[in-house]
Nanobody, 120 residues
């Protein structure tokens, strides 16, 4: 089983950029995506890819600023124009079954997260 360990997090100022990476073999899953969880808040879907066709889904809060992409071995999340409210632990997750693309409960495989902190 592939270890979905996210990397690339860090501390940036508002308006800055970060690129997250996660080693994942896309053909193994139907959906693969990025989620985040801030202290005291529920885990929320950020972006995901339906690998059988390539349709992409974004949370409204990140549309136009974040871009999800993948190659044969790695899932990426390019985050631009970062805001303090983007601060959270970011996780990579995958699902082998059909369900809501940005619903964390739909995803069974999770990896270790990476912290993103955006200062104002």
């Amino acid at each position: 089983q592939v270890q979905l360990v996210a990397s690339g997090g860090g501390s940036v100022q508002a308006g800055g950029s970060l690129r997250l990476s996660c080693p994942a073999s896309a053909y193994t899953y139907l959906f693969i995506g990025w989620f985040r969880q801030a202290p005291g808040k529920e885990r929320e879907g950020v972006a995901s890819i339906y690998t059988d066709g390539g349709k992409i889904y974004y949370a409204d809060s990140v549309k136009g600023r974040f871009t999800i992409s993948q190659d044969k071995t790695t899932l990426y999340l390019q985050m631009n124009s970062l805001k303090p409210e983007d601060s959270a632990m970011y996780y990579c997750a995958a699902s082998g079954r059909y369900g809501p693309p940005l619903d964390a409960q739909h995803y069974a495989d999770w990896g270790q997260g990476t912290q993103v902190t955006v200062s104002s």
